[in-house]
């Protein structure tokens, strides 16, 4: 009886050490498109482990990244991140079947975050350029931009050639950030916020700042005494970032952007934060 008992009991150790072995050998992945869960054998294993990215561990879900601060493409309304970024988003993942989770940040941790997996895409008014493309795929453009100069109303400032040994106000980060550099003994002062920046121009703490269209127009208008010059500073484009050879996320995405350029459901959503003026 104690014989069998022990064959019994082996046997069961033996089933349970085989399932634990097969299981460490599982990879489960998720599909980007639809939050398909599928479980594949492998034999293969990293003493790094299995990496695996934000869509993979939320199965079905998509982890957007931004930084709400950047009114009318991303910004804050009764404690909900909203926009034309946001929207589009929203717009996107309903597309794609998925839940979409928005995550807030300081630009310059966006990405980071996508190269690191915690997050699927950064969508955050952000222009394409070489040096970002140099660390993460883009979709195609959904929206074309430009960096404006903001000055006070009475200064001396009136086109970028004015710009030369002045203090200029910078978003860190952002593309006025990296295109202020050029201005030939430009002293530039970074900031966390692009608010923050408005607000030192206002208490004379520098002369003009450097800062998308979109997002200037709304600071003047919350401002007294500021204006954007006619001249842009530079014109650029927008899209949505995502990590580096997933391909097949950014394919998915330029087929729901696709779709709603054609539908005419893009450009509501742009219209429903910028009217014309």
Known sequence: MK??????????CMAAVLTACGGSQTKTETTAAAGTETTTAGTETTAAGTE????????????MVTNA???????RENNE?????????????EKLGMELEIQDMAFDSLIPAIQSGKADFAAAGMTVNEDRKKNVDFTDTYAEAAQVII??????????????????????????????DDIENGDIQ????????????????????????????????????????????????YAIAI????????????SAIKELKESGELQKIVDKYITAE
């Open 3 to 12: 014989k069998s008992i022990i064959t019994i009991a082996a046997a069961v």
């Open 52 to 63: 695996t990215t934000a869509t993979e561990a939320a199965g079905g879900k998509l982890v």
């Open 69 to 75: 601060e950047f009114p009318p493409y991303e910004f």
């Open 81 to 93: 991140i909203v926009g034309i970024d946001a929207d589009i988003a929203r717009a996107i993942a």
């Open 151 to 180: 000055v006070k109303e009475d200064g001396d400032i009136v086109s970028p050639d004015d710009l030369t040994g002045k203090k200029i106000g910078v978003q860190t980060g952002t593309t006025g950030d990296i295109y202020a």
């Open 190 to 237: 970074r900031f966390n916020k692009g608010m923050e920046a408005v607000m030192s121009l206002t208490q004379g703490k520098v002369d003009a700042v450097i800062i998308d269209r979109e997002p200037a127009k709304v600071f003047i208008k919350e401002n007294a005494g500021l204006k954007i010059l006619d001249e842009a500073f530079t014109e650029e484009e």
């Open 243 to 254: 990590k580096k050879d997933n391909w097949e996320l950014v394919n998915k995405f330029n």
